[in-house]
């Protein structure tokens, strides 16, 4: 069980931003082997893909809900990978997740939430004025 480990949420006003981080294991895991991404769960509701970026960091992909307004990023060198929230909205209030892709197709981007591996404690994030 790979561990990724989630930072950055906490309460901000509509209209605000956040920047989460999340840390893979510099051993044991080869980072840049793998397509990672950001999902969240909402407060009663299943959990959502929100975000995807390639190995390289070249390509990235995101859900309707977050599209221009938030942006994935990934720096190989630390094994970490970051998601820059802007505008935030109530509605994006939600525990966001890690995730890395699963075997076999670990190198394609993809925006089914069944083909990612996620288990951290997460981050909350809130959003209300």
């Known amino acids: 069980q790979v561990q990724l480990v989630e930072s950055g949420g906490g309460l901000v006003q509509p209209g605000g931003s956040l920047r989460l981080s999340c840390a893979a294991p510099?051993?044991?895991?080869?980072?840049?082997?793998?397509?990672m991404s950001w999902v969240r769960q909402a407060p009663g509701k299943g959990v959502e893909w929100v975000s995807a970026?390639?190995?390289?960091?070249?390509?990235?992909s995101y859900a309707d809900s977050v599209k221009g307004r938030f942006t994935i990023s990934r720096d190989n060198a630390k094994n970490t990978i970051y998601l820059q929230m802007n505008s935030l909205k109530m509605e994006d209030t939600a525990v966001y997740y890690c995730?890395?892709?699963?075997?076999?197709?670990?190198?394609?981007?993809?925006?089914?939430?069944?083909?990612?591996?996620?288990g951290g404690q997460g981050t909350q994030v809130t959003v209300s004025s």
């Open positions: 995730a890395k892709k699963r075997p076999p197709r670990i190198g394609t981007i993809s925006s089914d939430i069944g083909e990612y591996d996620y």
């Open positions: 970026i390639s190995r390289t960091g070249g390509t990235t």
């Open positions: 510099t051993s044991g895991f080869i980072f840049t082997n793998y397509v």
